[in-house]
């Protein structure tokens, strides 16, 4: 089984910025795909960034030019640094890693952005 935890999230104001974390852990044979997700109140998941264990990435068309995803393949974790905050951004996000063929998800972190 593998375990993914996520951390950082918290208020922040429109404009401001924030860096999630992402942890994966557990019985892993090889993680490839990782990526964020989030949903907001009332709407249905969406994915935010993805990145392979080889650094090709892929962004929503909403969060492209302010969202940087990375990663660290010895640690098994991926990052989000989000600046340029919105309103629009409020939601849970969730990381999810991929092993085997297996999508493995968080609990989630809630990303508030009000003033």
């Known amino acids: 089984q593998v375990q993914v935890v996520e951390s950082g999230g918290g208020l922040v104001q429109p404009g401001g910025s924030l860096r999630l974390s992402c942890a994966a852990s557990g019985s892993i044979f090889r993680i490839d795909g990782m990526g964020w997700h989030r949903q907001a109140r009332g709407k249905q998941r969406e994915l935010v960034a993805g990145?392979?264990?080889?650094?090709?990435?892929n962004y929503a068309d909403s969060v492209k030019g302010r969202f940087t995803i990375s990663r660290d393949n010895a640690k098994n974790s991926v990052y989000l640094t989000m600046n340029g905050l919105k309103p629009d951004d409020t939601a849970v996000y969730y990381c999810?890693?991929?092993?085997?063929?297996?999508?493995?998800w968080g609990k989630g972190t809630l990303v508030t952005v009000s003033s």
């Open positions: 999810s890693a991929r092993d085997s063929g297996v999508t493995y």
């Open positions: 990145i392979t264990s080889g650094g090709n990435t």
